[in-house]
């Protein structure tokens, strides 16, 4: 048990990271996008300001962002 609990920290701890180093190498419309190319479906199914949240910044700038891809 303990090794398995250990295995799933550590894929946890590792993707937690990989999410921060993103946050702080690229833009906020970068982020946008390769959210939106991993997880399409993902985006038509979660409310605005919950992708907001999650990629760091407000539902008013995500709203901004889409208007600007979408153009």
């Keep these: 048990m303990e090794k ?4 799933v920290y550590q894929k946890a701890y590792a993707a937690a990271q990989m999410r921060v180093k993103m ?5 906020r419309e970068e982020l946008y996008r390769q959210f939106l190319k991993n997880q399409p479906a993902f985006l ?11 990629l760091g910044f407000t539902p008013e700038y995500l709203s901004e962002i889409r208007k600007k891809n979408f153009s």
Excluded: G, N
């Design 4 to 7: 398995y609990f250990r295995m």
């Design 23 to 27: 946050l702080y190498e690229h833009s």
């Design 44 to 54: 038509q199914r979660v409310p605005q300001y919950l992708v907001a949240s999650y």
